[in-house]
């Protein structure tokens, strides 16, 4: 490796920070409702669709109203798709005369898609038609990006106001999340897909006659449109099979580095919102430099590991013993973990390398990122919904540190925000330790098992780390299109999303009620570097104290066994 | 019962918006503005389609540039992308690549010691990749110049002239589009013996 190839590394995190920033403040107009940039153009288009909605946007929710009204809007979602990807095959935009998906994997995707995880237990260009791949899966990459900022941004209130017991309005959330920011990025960003070669089409497959005179089909499809919202809305549902590794997904570097930018950038940009609403932007930096650090140092360890090389390929008489399996020569080592680390970091999930065959270490680190629960940026308003329940926990630490009631931001943590805030951050590790153990324990969970050995325990980590964390990305060898995989990865991802987003707006809930207690000479500053060091390091801790036996009889294992000359 | 009412309105409206007029208004700027790439950067000949420059071929003759190893069945099935998902100690990927190694070192004369490039040996992750390393096109010069009776250092010039570099210098890998130079040797013939 020389050092240029570090440059990257160094590039992404200046370009984020600054769009971020600048998002950051944006979204805080949008959802304060104030004027911004784009209000003359789009206030019309908002308005009309309130008339249609019969919404009044100056109707405020309670905690539990805007709960309801999320809950409801995901079962719609949820319906809706199965049925659609039922009835694909009597509907039009079918070029490939596609039949009805399977049951249970209709279930899967539907879940999957609408809890924003992105799990996908079928192959793409082979399983849906180009409808289901608009109306269902392009429609889900929106709402359920929508419907994770809208409780991000209550919660933010929560902290934000005083004795009130209102939120906001899910619906008007909802709808500015939509066509105040994730339409206009997609737009952007879909254009700029499609310039480099991302197809945009509607015709069906091609029939190519290749040069050595062999029969190639070649799927295509409306494919730029959906990849722009699956990388900004950190869903990471690709349209084909091999996801962004495909060259109509993701064809060149410049396409690359705008997914990886993509899938950062809203979840980057929710803690400078949080910071611009709160009235106090060196709290939002905090809360970013937090996410940043365990970026970095993520990249640093994941780039050693990979880098290092498989000496069991040098052996035989690979050059180097460059771990160049599951990743594109245009991708090269750097760039594939680097969006690896980014797209577990988030929750979205996209890949342009097959996380499988990377090395043990690496892909021990992709599995950390994911369980520790989405706080490293972290899926699109989840993200900061996670790293807020870990900042509640890290305060409630300081509090017994220096005997003070604990309090976060001005406000009284109490028992209840307590509780609420340890459901956000252990349900996920819950669902995953005690799914892999059903799973390793069965004959139907080992059954699907692409690998032998311990990587075969971590392709099982992997599977429920990714649906319990939303997260949707996977070890792609796993065979998740069986019956035990559709139906308890359904289950991880509906209650990884719920347990985070119905606590946190019970937080929130609890929050807006009460008053704020003006900092004083005792109060514990949680904008300092003091305070950025003891999240991160409660983070870690959490994290290494929850996985780190099962880690070690999966990856870690495996490593030294590679070390020691084994295969399996 | 008021909220499931709007929510079933808003779900319907939004349906509407995000998942036909978006795709569609974007598929039709695309096909003004981009209607090469966006209909996939297709390669015609005549009235064929050869394949599309962004997806990559399988190439078995000497006289070709070979690509990397596919993991789709069958292999460059841009029908069905995929990886071979194997981890780094499956056995059954020692296995494929010692074979591959043993294969590319007898096609192109190397010593039996020669370290070969991982990307000539290594499955790509989606099965198509376009692309190999400039490495790895080097070591082929030889064993295409020889079957086409052209000079290497003119296959060298032309593999030269295909190379892609990453964005602005940082963002990616240099690489040689596959399919494109072999289609450049392919006309470069055509003209010597028309010369």
Redesign the interface.
Known sequence: MII?DL??VL?LPCVLTVLAIFLGEYMAKVFNGERTLLTPLLNSPEQF?YK????NKNDEMSWK?YS??FI??NI??IV?LFLLQILQGFLPFNPQKLGPVHWDIALNTAISFVTNTNWQAY?G??TMSYLTQ???L??QN??SAAVGIAPAIALIRGFARKETSTLGNF?VD??RS?IYIL?PL??IW??VF??????????P????????G?K?????G?V???EA?KQLGTNGGGF???NS????EN????T??MAVLGLLLIPAALPFTFGAMLKNRRQGWAIYASMLMLFIIGVGLIIGTEVQG?P???K?????????????????II??VLFAQSTTATSCGA????H?????LSGLILIFNIAIGEVIFGGVGTGLISMLAYAVLTMFIAGLMIGRTPEFIGKKLESFEMVMSIIIILSPALLLLVLSSIAISTQAGLSSL??????GL??ILYAYASTAGNNGSA???LNAGTLFYTLTTSLAMLVGRFSTVIPALAIAGFLATKKIVPAGIATFPTTGVLFIVMLVSVVVIVGALTFFPVLTLGPFI?HL??FAG??? | ML??K??????V???L????V???G??A???I??PY??????LISGN?????E????????PK?FHG?PSATDPA????????????????Q??EQ??ER?AEMRRENGLSP???????M?????????????M?SAMLQVRRVAGERGLPEAEVELLLRHYV?T??LR????E?VNV?RL??AL?TRGNNHTIN
């Open positions: 240029t440059i990257p590039v669709l249609i909605f019969g919404v109203t309801w009204a409801v809007f719609i979602g809706a192959s260009e082979q608009m109306m269902g392009t429609v929106f709402l619906w909802l709808t939509i339409l997609t737009l879909s254009l499609v310039s480099q070669g991302v197809v945009q089409t509607l015709h497959q091609i029939d190519a006659l290749t040069l050595e062999q190639q089909i070649i799927s295509v409306p730029a449109s959906q919202i084909f099979n091999a590794s495909h060259p109509f064809p060149t570097p410049l690359d580095f498989n069991l390929l040098e035989i008489g690979v050059m180097g013993g460059v771990n160049m399996e599951g990743k594109e020569v245009r991708c090269g760039n594939s890949v342009n390398s097959m499988d065959s990377l090395m043990p692409n690998n032998m050995g311990s990587h971590s392709e070890f792609g060898g495996e066994q590679i084994k295969a399996f | 909220q499931v709007r929510a079933v309105i808003v779900f409206s939004f349906s918006l995000c998942g036909l978006y795709p569609l974007i598929t700027i695309a096909q503005l981009f790439q966006s209909r996939g950067s297709l064929q389609c050869i394949g599309s962004l997806i990559g071929q399988m190439f078995t003759s070709y990397r460059y099935n841009a029908g069905g992308s995929a990886g071979s998902n194997l981890g780094p100690s499956s056995a990927l020692l690549v010692k190694i010691a020669t370290p070969v490039p991982a990307d040996v290594l499955a790509s992750a989606s099965g198509l990749d376009p692309h190999i390393s490495r892609e990453p964005l940082m963002w990616g890998q690489r399919l072999n289609m392919d």
